[in-house]
C-alpha cells in the first residue's frame, strides 16, 4: 500500500522538510500541499521549492481539494489552522499527524474531539524518537527522585519560534509531571524575575532561550543539594521531526480513529 500525503503549510521550515522526506520514502507520494494564501510558496513546485527535482506537485491554498486527494495530513502550522485540519479531517475519517505547538488548552480538546469523532490523530510536541525517549527516561527519573531533587527544564531554539516554552519542553514538563504524580499547571514556574522569594519545594522550572538558528535544544535537570543529573538532547537537522512524522503516518494507517502520541507510535507507552 502506498500512502497518499498532504502537506499544510508547504511554504514553511517544517514544511519543506516533510516533502524531501514524503519524497524520499518509497511507501508515501506526495498528492498534494498548500499554504496559507498570499504565500510566496503558492504555484511553485513542491520539489522544487524543497530544493528537489520537481514532483509535479503544485502548491495551492485549497484545503477541502487536498482533503479529498490525500490518506494523510501532515501538519506543523499553526493553532488556528490545525484545529479546522483536525474537523475537517475527522469528516473523512484520514490520518493527521500534528506537530503544531503552542496549542491552548481549548485547542487541544478541539482536537480531542475531532478524533472521538473519527480522525486517526498523532500528536505530539516532539517527532523525533530522542525526544520521546528522553521523555519517557524523565518520567522514570522523577518517578524515582523524591522531592529534594528540583526539577527544571532548560530548552532554546532559533529565533523564529514564536511560542514559549516549547512544545517540546512540556512535553518534557509533562512527563516530570506524571512521573511525580502531579498535575503540571499547579506545580510550573514559567518566568522568574525580581524578588521571587525561594524555590517552592515540588515545582517544575522553566527557562526559555532564543537565538540565532538553532533548532532545538533541551535538557532537564534532576537537582539535589549534593548532585546534579542531566538528561539531554540535542536536535541538529528538521529532518528527524519529518522522519518522525512519517513514522506516525504509516504506524497510524491501520489505527482505529483516537488521538495517540509518539509515544505510542515508539511503543513507549506505560
Same mark, same amino acid.
Given at each position: ?38 504565500? !510566496?510558496?503558492?504555484?511553485? =513546485?513542491?520539489?522544487?521549492?524543497? &530544493? ?11 484545503? !477541502?481539494?487536498?482533503? =479529498? ?35 491552548? !488548552? ?5 482536537? *480531542? ?36 531533587? =528540583? ?59 532564543? &537565538? ?35 513514522? *506516525? ?6 489505527? !482505529? ?9 515508539? &511503543?513507549?507507552? =506505560?
Amino acid at each position: 500500500m502506498t500512502l497518499k500525503i498532504g502537506i499544510v503549510g508547504a511554504g514553511g521550515r517544517m514544511g519543506q522538510a516533510n516533502i524531501k522526506a514524503v519524497a524520499a520514502h518509497e511507501g508515501l507520494t506526495l498528492v498534494a500541499a498548500i499554504d496559507r494564501a498570499g504565500a !510566496p510558496a503558492l504555484g511553485k =513546485d513542491a520539489g522544487a521549492l524543497a &530544493g528537489l527535482e520537481p514532483l509535479g506537485v503544485t502548491i495551492g491554498d485549497d484545503l !477541502p481539494a487536498l482533503l =479529498d486527494a490525500v490518506d494523510a495530513v501532515l501538519d506543523f502550522t499553526a493553532p488556528a489552522l490545525t484545529v479546522e485540519v483536525a474537523r475537517r479531517v475527522a469528516q473523512k475519517g484520514l490520518i493527521h499527524i500534528i506537530g503544531t505547538t503552542g496549542c491552548s !488548552p481549548g485547542d487541544d480538546a478541539a482536537i *480531542a474531539a475531532a478524533a472521538e469523532a473519527g480522525a486517526r490523530i498523532v500528536k505530539s510536541g516532539n517527532m523525533s524518537l530522542g525526544v520521546n525517549l528522553l521523555a519517557a527516561l524523565v518520567k522514570k527519573a522523577a518517578a524515582a527522585l523524591d522531592e529534594t531533587f =528540583d526539577i527544571e527544564v532548560l530548552e532554546m531554539h532559533h529565533r523564529h519560534k514564536v511560542d514559549a516554552p516549547s512544545g517540546t519542553a512540556l512535553l518534557l514538563g509533562e512527563a516530570a509531571a506524571e512521573g511525580r504524580d502531579i498535575d503540571l499547571n499547579q506545580h510550573s514556574v514559567r518566568v522568574r524575575d525580581g524578588h521571587t522569594g525561594p524555590r517552592e519545594a515540588g515545582s517544575i522550572g522553566f527557562a526559555t532561550l532564543r &537565538g540565532g538558528g538553532i533548532v532545538g535544544e533541551h535538557s532537564v535537570l534532576f537537582s539535589s543539594m549534593a548532585e546534579t543529573i542531566t538528561l539531554s538532547h540535542s536536535a541538529r537537522d528538521r529532518a528527524l521531526f519529518a522522519d518522525g512524522a512519517i513514522r *506516525a503516518a504509516l504506524w497510524a494507517a491501520d489505527k !482505529p480513529g483516537g488521538l495517540y502520541s509518539m509515544a505510542d507510535v515508539l &511503543g513507549l507507552s =506505560d
